[in-house]
């Protein structure tokens, strides 16, 4: 316990990010404790209240929705082009949400903000929630759609040669483990990986998970919640694609990460930048003090996630040049 000091006594929100959780948890005090509901009424919930903080923001030059044939079935794909140059190359986001809830329309506006920073073309697939889908087919589409994508962009005026994956959160996790699936399978290889605060692994034990368990926007409870929605067995859970910390990390492309430093998933996102740079991968990795997880969709509210989507855009044109 004694590594929940250092956590726990000395940093402290800051005041914006204190503000907009006090929104957030007001928007959401309208309805039940989404973890004690049905599970559509709780996404239902989560979707409401995530597209009400997801407006305004950069308007694009053209916002498409596409229904590629992907994995067997129709993915939707929300496309945003932020000039009329084609071809563009490419962002592929990853939405957060615990494998469970969220869609591409709750990250529209983080989305939209790092298409407008960048200048590459975004999309967002909307790929398979548990426990509906469990571990690892949210996994096996995201590498599919890679798959088509690199065949089909072209038609879509994208340049999928100049591509790279991000994600938050469950995303991040998504991300990383697409990663590792195509680099097993000898490529395609994005240019890049874009990782917002991620799950990188099923251990809840860590000294972040006790500071932070409550009281924090993201608590302890909730991802016990989604790691046993997604990956339900103990086999699940250890697999080093579900829990890409446990992974061989070698040959992995470029990382940007950004940590929020008040976050159960803290403590294993400064172990996941070790591991990758001990692994030989180029990795930048920033992290925002007196942030909560799920800071970057505080866009407009808290400097801190307007600082970060700038930093990634810059990051993002680099990759890509």
């Not at 088509?148 to 005026?157: D, H, Q, T």
Request: aromatic share 8%; glycine share 8%; proline share 8%.
């Amino acid at each position: 316990m004694d590594d929940v000091p250092r956590h726990g006594r000395g940093p402290q929100k800051h005041p914006e990010m204190a503000a907009y959780q006090a929104l957030s948890e007001a928007a959401f005090a309208r309805y039940p404790d989404t973890t004690t509901l049905p599970l559509p009424i709780a996404r239902e919930i989560q979707e409401e209240v995530g597209r009400s903080f997801a407006r305004g923001g950069p308007e694009m030059a053209e916002t498409v929705e596409r229904l590629p044939q992907v994995h067997g079935r129709y993915m939707l794909c929300r496309c945003h082009y932020p000039v009329t140059d084609r071809p563009l190359p490419v962002l592929v986001y990853l939405h957060g949400g615990g494998w469970m809830w969220n869609s591409i329309y709750t990250h529209d506006r983080l989305i939209r903000s790092y298409a407008a920073a960048s200048g590459l073309a975004v999309v967002a697939p909307d790929y398979s929630l548990s426990p509906d889908s469990r571990f690892p087919t949210a996994v096996e589409e995201c590498v599919a759609f890679v798959h088509w994508l690199v065949r089909r962009g072209a038609e879509w005026g994208l340049d999928p040669g100049r591509m790279v994956i991000g994600g938050d959160s469950a995303g991040a996790n998504l991300t990383v483990a697409t990663a590792l699936r195509l680099r097993d399978a000898g490529g395609p290889m994005p240019r890049g990986l874009l990782l917002n605060y991620g799950v990188y692994d099923s251990d809840l034990t860590r000294p972040s998970y006790r500071a932070y368990a409550t009281g924090h926007m993201l608590t302890a409870a909730k991802m016990k919640l989604f790691w046993d929605a997604y990956a339900p067995t103990p086999e699940a859970k250890a697999d080093p694609i579900s829990a890409p910390l446990r992974a061989d990390l070698r040959g992995l492309p470029p990382a940007l990460m950004h940590v929020a430093e008040l976050d159960v998933l803290h403590d294993e996102n400064i172990l996941m930048a070790e591991r990758l740079k001990a692994a030989g991968v180029a990795t930048e990795l920033t992290v925002y003090p007196g942030m909560l997880h799920g800071f970057l969709r505080a866009l407009g509210h808290v400097r801190a996630a307007d600082q970060a989507v700038a930093a990634a855009g810059a990051w993002l044109k680099d990759r890509v040049a």
